[in-house]
């Protein structure tokens, strides 16, 4: 089952999509929002299912269906926490601005708590005043979970994964070494981040989804150039379910809460940090490690952050090459600078 | 204007309290609950005002306020970012762990990101399995914001405040050390905080609400023992405006945003960290503070962090002694270790 929100108010307006994102049918008289179906899942959901299978049989006609017209499929959720599983991207990161990774990063999963209370849509400009920030994309994939309790196990944990969604986390690399300084975490380095058109029950995924992960390449483009085509399942150090069990060691989770798993990257072939994908390698989901790439080649970055006018598009296929989630795909615009001053 | 939100399924019940905090009457027929009156405050408010002159002249029978059949007024809120604007408790908790306060401390406003999902009651244990992890109260003051533009000033951050709580940002000390040494924040040692009882417009706090700080002493129990009676307007190096303008550098907030302020602290009067009540003070509104003064004059710590069973009481009161936002009230109860195992 395939689900969106078609943007409409603060909370958006649920739709059921068809397998193939062409067609989609109003949920309104189900949950008129996903959040409204996350709080009673297991009524709300069968329900669903029962009008996506009518939708996929004809018996439903539905309308076109235009990832354009989306928001993110949670508008704004009640918790936004990612993960880091793919210590590779850490490593590299780490060693671009000169930090050690310590053991403990290879057992113990990173996870910061990110702005939850609005989200860009998928095609949303990634408004931001200053190009100097430093402004990078990071592909990630990312779940939507049902109530978790407190301590719940890795297998607790899985069972509660309902949705799975790709995501841009949106990072401002120039503010993040002041930011991590502070020993707050990332707050003003984390400007809203933005989600797929579509978020997929695991049980649709088919095959690809196995032992908390999904095992399918994400694509990444910079500007039309492809950029990163790494394999989610692949060098993912921690699972969905570690993650989840993670963010409930000292709290309960509620239903609706995102979890994401960082920056999906994939080590070379012999180990080292892997090659661009014009030279035959998978690429990466941040400009961010290929900056480093550079740095170790020549001494130095070459490849800019984002500048205005730039676009990041982020999609998923599925093994006949069809399009799973729709596409994130955004612009840098810069913002105006606000119209009174302090 | 007073608000409150009765313990009811995921997002509680609106209702309008009276000043004295005796008498409460539905909201319903306006807006179900607090966070659909902040979607459309400006069209809600005045009618929740109307409500409110109704109850204030009897016109309006209401029932009688029970506090303890409050849930947080957000159950659970798309945002609550805490920052620590009272710079002394920053540079005594640091001390305590031997860490330095960078000059820029004073200046540029600390803040992080909080989990928002599932907030506690004002009257709910605080229930997490070790007491080894250290737990402590953290008294704060919080707002209640509508929405507020990408890189909004100080003034305009102080014209979308909404609402004032008080807070109890539970904290977990001896987690602190390592999730700050990750580098990604507070995470896991920050569980879900409680708010008071009852909301409260800042027109309603007259003369006490001022340059975004509210100036009266934020009492606070250990026990049933006086523990600390800071001023809340004295010492906040950054008021709620300068905090809001902060969180909102680098996105827009969304109505129904929740900022804290910190930890209220105040110097003592020959400019060092203060005496305890007992001894003449104003004392503490954590119990980390308190150990530092501790750890100053013999060499180590003596008060213990929470116990399981210990209680701990936060609340406010007005010139003529009376409740403003009633108060939080809570035991630490140790939790069931999971049922199952990873």
Redesign the interface.
């Known amino acids: 089952m395939k689900l969106a929100s078609l943007a409409d108010g ?1 909370d958006g307006r649920l739709v059921v999509v068809s397998a193939d994102l062409r067609r989609a049918v109003d949920a309104g008289p189900i949950a008129p929002t996903l959040q409204a179906a996350l ?1 009673r899942w297991a009524e709300v959901a069968p329900r669903l299912q029962e009008l996506s299978d009518r939708l996929a049989s004809g018996t439903e006609a539905g309308f076109a269906f235009d990832a354009a017209a989306c928001a993110s499929p949670l508008p ?4 936004w ?1 990612d993960g ?1 599983a793919y210590v590779n991207h850490v490593e590299l990161v780490r060693r671009a601005r000169g930090a050690e990774l ?1 053991a ?2 290879w057992t ?1 999963p ?9 989200f860009l849509g998928p095609h949303d400009p990634i ?3 200053d190009p100097e ?1 430093g402004v990078d994309f990071e592909g990630e994939i990312a779940v939507i979970i049902d109530d978790v ?8 944990a899985l069972k509660a994964i309902r949705l799975v969604m790709l995501c841009n986390d949106v990072s ?1 690399r120039n ?1 993040i070494p002041g930011e ?10 984390k ?2 981040s933005a989600f797929s058109p579509v978020a997929v029950t695991p049980e649709a995924l088919g095959p690809a989804w196995q032992d908390g992960r999904l095992h399918l390449p994400l694509h990444s483009w910079l500007n039309g150039v492809a950029f990163g085509k790494p394999d989610a399942g692949l060098d993912m150090t921690f699972d969905f379910g570690t993650l989840i ?3 409930a ?9 995102i979890i994401g798993s960082g920056t999906v990257s994939n080590r070379g072939e012999d180990g080292g940090p892997g090659r661009r994908v014009d030279e035959g390698g998978v690429g990466y989901s941040c400009i961010a490690e290929l900056r480093m790439i550079e740095t170790i080649q020549t001494g130095k970055p070459a490849t800019p952050f984002m500048q205005p006018g730039d676009t990041v598009r982020i999609e998923m296929f599925d093994g006949e090459g069809r399009s799973i989630f729709g596409a994130i795909d955004q612009r840098f615009l810069p ?1 105006d ?2 119209e ?3």
Chains 1, 2 share one sequence.
């Open positions: 603060r709080d704004r959720a009640f918790q926490a880091s310590p403990s990063f113990d990173l996870m910061y708590q990110g702005g939850s209370d609005a408004t931001l005043p920030w309790p407190l301590g719940a196990s890795r297998t607790e401002l503010l991590l300084a502070k020993g707050f975490g990332f707050f003003q380095s400007p809203a069990a993670h963010a060691r000292s709290r309960r989770l509620s239903a609706g809460t913002a600078p606000p009174t001053a302090a």
